[in-house]
């Protein structure tokens, strides 16, 4: 039989995953594809404000792909920012920068 407070662990677990959810998907989508370049993700969302995220990332990421796009040294990256799967992942990326950006309060997670 499953103990009481096993059960009550399992349901605080859960509930704090479902939270962060949405960032994660943002995480998988930054390590997958800024990594090689910009390194640590937690590190690059805690450089800025979330409101500068937010205005970085407005418009499926208009600001964050002009960037890149205007950046010969980002060259290897502009079939991303150029293609439509960029405005897909530009939501979940915005959630994840958000959720750890400066003034967030979030220290970054063990991992
Ligand atoms: C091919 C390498 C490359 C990839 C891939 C790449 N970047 Fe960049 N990124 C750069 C370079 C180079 C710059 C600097 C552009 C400049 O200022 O000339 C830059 C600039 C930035 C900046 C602005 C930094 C600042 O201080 O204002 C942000 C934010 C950023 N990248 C986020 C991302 C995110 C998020 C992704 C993934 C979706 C990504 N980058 C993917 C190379 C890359």
Redesign the pocket.
């Known amino acids: 039989m499953i103990k009481l407070s096993t059960l009550i662990a399992l349901l605080l677990m859960s509930a704090f995953s479902a939270l962060n959810a949405a960032a994660y998907k943002g995480q998988k989508?930054?390590v997958e594809?800024?990594k090689?370049?910009?390194g640590g993700?937690q590190a690059?969302a805690g450089?800025?404000n979330t409101r500068t995220w937010e205005k970085?990332m407005d418009k499926k990421g208009e600001q964050?792909a002009d960037?890149?796009l205007?950046?010969?040294?980002?060259?290897?990256?502009w079939e991303?920012?150029g293609d439509k799967k960029?405005t897909k992942?530009s939501k979940h990326?915005e959630d994840f920068?958000t959720e750890y950006a400066k003034d967030s309060g979030n220290v970054p997670a063990c991992n």
């Open positions: 989508i930054y594809t800024c090689d370049c910009h993700g690059l450089a800025k970085i964050l960037i890149h205007s950046s010969k040294k980002a060259q290897a990256s991303y920012f960029f992942d990326l920068l």
